[in-house]
């Protein structure tokens, strides 16, 4: 929920106080929400664009009077992404004053309340893009990046707002492009979620690179490499008995075979083809535990076209033929 007044002076006017207010608030057939109001002391637009798990928040404001501009924000923590895309404004959010400048980017952190105070001077105009996450968004995309992003799920739990980006962080071109991309997100249809998520991962690992002074493309974090390598270890462990080559399962995971055969061993410390191997020996002891089927039949529903094969990769693993695993259990 989002609340907002204006001081100008001693005189402070809330938003329920502005004539047209009842009628400010639309949501178009595309979920896309937009507040608006324009009074003789500032003209402001926030839309809000849901896509999938992730909040997209436009502000756009231009003053005509020296004013405050107090935003309040309640509802669940969140980490946030944020561009000015025109700004030369002073925000105030807990004491502390940040100026904006046009190109600023910041990555922070926001508790279940916030309220933060845009600093207007007459004839003034600034423009905010975010991107957000909730607490349960981040704590999903944990479950699979836990290096990366377990520190934010830490902070979280300390109920208090958190600058990463010191002030005057610039974005570089990339990242000006990315959070372009994003923003526009709405135009792509059916396609527009899952590609978001891959912007906002990349854009993500960009700005906690930036962080941690980082340009390594394995260190600290590349979460849409790791993305493509947990979706590579998906694939092979899903379609075991006909696996896809090398070239073909990068392809499919939108990355090429040196890129994948390096991160797939730095994320799961194994080669993509041990990682199959593992999986097929794995279900290779549960057959032979739980069930009576031949060991020929074992072996076709694991991928392996004879019986022979089969055996042998049994024992490179096991130190046995499947035969004497079974009558050892």
């Known amino acids: 929920m989002i609340q907002s007044k204006i001081t100008v002076g001693e005189k402070i006017i809330t938003a329920d106080q502005f004539p047209e207010a009842a009628a400010l608030t639309k949501v178009s057939e595309d979920g896309i929400r937009t507040t608006y109001y324009d009074n003789e002391y500032i003209s402001n637009l926030l839309t809000e664009n849901r896509v999938g798990r992730f909040l997209l928040l436009s502000q756009r404001a231009r003053s005509f009077a020296d004013c405050q501009l107090e935003i309040k924000r309640t509802g669940v923590p969140v980490l946030m992404m944020t561009l000015a895309k025109n700004s030369d404004m002073v925000r105030t959010r807990r004491g502390k004053d940040r ?37 349960p968004v981040v704590r999903q995309l944990a479950e699979r990046h836990s290096d990366a992003l377990n520190p934010f799920c830490k902070d979280f739990e300390r109920n208090e707002s958190i600058a990463y ?10 990242l000006l492009h ?22 906002i991962l990349d854009c993500l690992s960009m700005m906690i690179n930036r ?64 990682c199959l191997f593992d999986h097929r020996m794995s279900l290779a002891v549960n057959y032979l535990k739980e069930t009576s089927w031949p060991i020929a039949e074992i072996g076709l529903l694991l991928g392996y076209e004879y019986q ?10 096991y130190g046995m033929s499947p035969t004497d695993f079974r009558e050892g259990c």
């Not at 046009?102 to 003034?124: A, K, M, R, W």
């Not at 709405?186 to 979620?193: F, I, P, Q, S, T």
């Not at 022979?308 to 693993?317: G, L, N, P, V």
């Open 99 to 135: 100026h904006w400048s046009t190109g600023d980017v910041c990555l922070s952190l926001f508790p279940e309340e916030d309220i933060v105070v845009n600093h207007c001077q007459t004839g003034g105009t600034f423009e905010l893009f975010n991107i957000v996450l909730t607490e």
């Open 165 to 174: 980006t010191p002030p005057g962080t610039q974005a570089s071109r990339k």
């Open 178 to 199: 990315l959070f372009q991309e994003i923003e526009q997100c709405n135009e792509m249809g059916n396609y527009a979620e899952k590609y978001l998520e891959t912007q």
């Open 211 to 274: 962080v941690n002074e980082s340009d390594d493309t394995f260190s600290p974090v590349n979460l849409v490499l790791s993305d493509k390598v947990h979706e590579a270890r998906e694939i092979m462990t899903t379609q075991y008995q006909n696996p896809p080559s090398l070239h073909q399962l990068a392809t499919m995971v939108g990355t090429n075979e040196c890129t994948l055969k390096s991160a797939f061993k730095q994320e799961f410390g194994e080669t993509v083809f041990q």
């Open 308 to 317: 022979s094969h089969f055996c042998t990769a049994f024992r490179r693993k």
